[in-house]
């Protein structure tokens, strides 16, 4: 069951900070019952809402913090949440009650998204546990119910996805003290619409093994651009290789950037293949790497946050 030893609107509080520094907005309280198209009341963990290159409004999104033990996760657990989520997405859809108290809704997209958001408490355990979790996520059945009735999306993540966007904001924090950092999203990514650049990081962007951002920057009174890549993949020459050609489709072959490339969980192996990665796969750029290591405990300045 539910850890017993920790109050689960903590988590709640918690994961939404983090959302929060990636630019993502709350809509009401958290822990709140709404009302949906039946007219009946329903738990919402949090209500939340994102700037994306993909709508012309911010994505709508129901979050739901769960809190668990390995040794208390199921299959029919994990299947109940998404279960559950779903419904309350299609209830929400047509709630006229819903977006009469939460006017701001009426400028986002309709209720199509959700979130389940799963932190093991038992850290220790998480890393022999992750593969009974795989398989119970591939065996999630997905409803099967016509288009006309509406889809929905929803993302499942846990101590994975978690642990690379501590990393991620660990490094933010310090990278915005000399001036504010935009994600940078690729014609690929947005319906190959013009480059976009946003101060938020959506939920497709969370799911992905690199993030590109860039950052104006003043030094001795002139301003120049700095490139971010932050890379959380395989850490061998060929994916090196492939990551390039994906950074120059988004940034492209602008060399008069600085290239600030952050490795996520570097080992022994990717130090036998770092010189090559500034000599002769990024040859044609003044690359730096640094390394982003990765953290199975909560930060404090999400613990510690107000």
Known sequence: MEDQHYNGDVWNHEIFRLFHLLGWQRIGDYDMD???????????????????????????????????KTTSFTKNLLQDWVTRLDAKLLKLRNSDKFYDTFPSTNNCTIADTGIIAIWFSDTDNYKNFLPKYKECL??????????????????????????KLFSLQTEINTIKSNGDLNFTYSPRFNNEEPLFKSST???????????????????????????????????????????????????????TKDILLYV??????????????KEKIFDTFKISIKRMTANNNIPSFIVNAE
Do not use: C
């Open 34 to 68: 709404v009302i949906g198209e039946d007219g009946k009341k329903m738990g919402i963990d949090t209500v939340v809402s994102f700037e994306t290159p993909l709508k012309n409004k911010p994505q709508l999104a129901i979050l739901e913090a769960k809190r668990y």
């Open 138 to 163: 591939s065996q999630i059945s997905i409803s099967t119910r016509m288009r006309k009735a509406g889809l929905n999306k929803i993302y499942v993540m846990d101590n994975t996805s978690f642990m």
């Open 201 to 255: 990081l959506t939920i497709e962007y969370m799911f992905s093994d690199a993030i590109f951002a860039e950052q104006q920057v003043k030094e001795d009174g002139k301003e120049r651009t700095l490139s971010y890549i932050f890379y959380f993949g395989d850490l061998n020459y060929n994916s090196f290789e492939m990551l390039k050609v994906a950074y120059s489709k988004t940034i492209g072959w602008d060399r």
């Open 264 to 277: 996520y969980n570097a080992d022994d192996e990717f130090r036998k293949i770092e010189n090559d990665i």
